[in-house]
Structures are given as C-alpha cells and as structure tokens.
C-alpha cells in the first residue's frame, strides 16, 4: 500500500483566510482525490486530479474556492479560500491501491480544519 | 442522487460476539462494494470489497451482497474491542460525463463491550 502524508495535520484559521494543504505519496500515482469529512458527517469527494490536467471537481464544489495543483506524480495541493466556519472539515487525500480499481483507496491521516 | 445508506448506530455488542453491520444503496447498476473502517480520529482504511452476490471471508470478516435486494452486509465474527470504530460502506457511483466516484454511507458506529 502507498504512503501517504500529509501537511499541515491540524491548524485553525481565521474567516476569510485561505489554506493549502499538501499531500504527498511514496510512489507515482496517476490519480489523487480530495475528500472533505465534515463533523459527525461521512465523506464526500470534492475533487479528482491527475497530473498535467485541470482537476474535475464534483458537483456542489468549484475551483475558485477549492483551486488544486498537481505539479507530478507525488504531490498535490489543496486550498480552501475565503474560509468561513462551515469549511471546518477533516480533509483527506487518497490514492487508488495497486489493485487496478480506482475505489480501493488508500487515505492520507487527514488535516483538521477549524475555522473561527 | 445516488445513496449509500447505513445504520448510524452506534452498535453494541459484546466481546466474542457477531457484529453485523448492514448497507442499502440505491443505484441497481452498482456492481462492486467496499467497505472502510474508521477509528476516531483516524482516516478511513479499506477493509473488505465484494462484486458477486453471495458471501466473500477474510479472517473474521465476512461480507454478504444481494444485489436484488440492493443490500451489503458485514459480518465480524468473534468481535474484539479493537474492532470498535466506525464502519463505512462505499459503492461506486456515476457522477456524470461518464465517470463514477465512490459513495460513502455516513458510518455505523460499533462499540465492542469487553
């Protein structure tokens, strides 16, 4: 299984400020995903990105607020912009196993939002 | 809007026990099934995946598929206390210009009582 690390693994942040958190894996993968884990709630996919493209963002989620990089194979970042409370979340990336099946995923530990 | 729906829970059983923990989704086309474990705090780990209707084991883990039914189980035979954590089921799901992602239900919460 891939390794998967993340950064920053908490912070909290003042309304209006924007993060980037960084995820970064021991091995070249094609695809990466963005989940966010909201309080008490399960997980929703924010967004798919493969390197040298423009990432798909899923319905309900869009890039001016949630702008992603995929500078190669290893790394991506995700930002969260203009913050407000409702943004406090557990963000997650994740990598598909090895198994050939995009939805056998591998998670990072996971960075924990809060926002006053 | 395709749904994975789950049992919030939380379940208790207790130790030596079978907990099981069951899953409806509303997509009939669905044709694999996954399921993830959660421990406070922790970030999510796939556990189990079945395609084939009928029952997949591993250890003590079984996973039970009725398709007709639209119903995935997980079976925890002998349950042991770092078995407590929260269970998510996933099935992938189109999202639209011909691509799917995974679905989560909201995860039941299983607490094994020594």
């Known amino acids: 299984s891939a390794v998967i690390s993340q950064k920053p693994s908490r912070d909290i942040c003042q309304r209006g400020t924007s993060l980037t958190i960084q995820c970064q894996v021991d091995?070249?993968?094609?695809?990466m995903f963005w989940y966010r884990q909201q309080p008490g709630q399960s997980l929703t996919l924010i967004a798919t990105?493969?390197?040298?493209?423009?990432?798909?963002?899923e319905s309900g989620f869009v890039i001016d607020k949630f702008p992603i990089s995929r500078p190669n194979l290893t790394f991506s970042t995700l930002t969260v912009s203009n913050m407000s409370p409702e943004d406090s979340s557990i963000y997650l990336c994740?990598?598909?196993?090895?198994?050939?099946?995009?939805?056998?995923?591998?998670f990072g530990p996971g960075t924990r939002l809060t926002v006053l | 809007q395709k749904e994975v729906e789950q049992n919030s829970g939380p379940l208790s059983v207790p130790e030596g026990a079978i907990a099981s923990l069951n899953c409806t989704y509303s997509?009939?086309?669905?044709?694999?099934f996954f399921w993830y474990r959660q421990y406070s705090g922790k970030s999510p780990e796939l556990i189990m995946f079945?395609?084939?209707?009928g029952d997949k084991e591993d250890g003590r883990f079984t996973a039970q598929l009725n398709k007709a039914s639209q119903y995935v189980s997980l079976l925890i035979r002998d349950s042991q206390p770092s078995d407590s954590a929260t269970y998510l089921c996933?099935?992938?799901?189109?999202?639209?210009?011909?691509?799917?992602?995974?679905?989560f239900g909201k995860g039941t919460k299983l607490s094994v009582i020594p």
């Open positions: 994740s990598v598909p196993g090895t198994s050939g099946s995009i939805y056998e995923q591998f």
């Open positions: 091995s070249q993968v094609t695809m």
């Open positions: 990105a493969n390197q040298g493209s423009e990432a798909t963002y």
């Open positions: 997509d009939r086309g669905s044709q694999s």
């Open positions: 079945i395609y084939s209707n």
């Open positions: 996933a099935v992938p799901a189109y999202s639209g210009a011909g691509s799917y992602q995974l679905t």
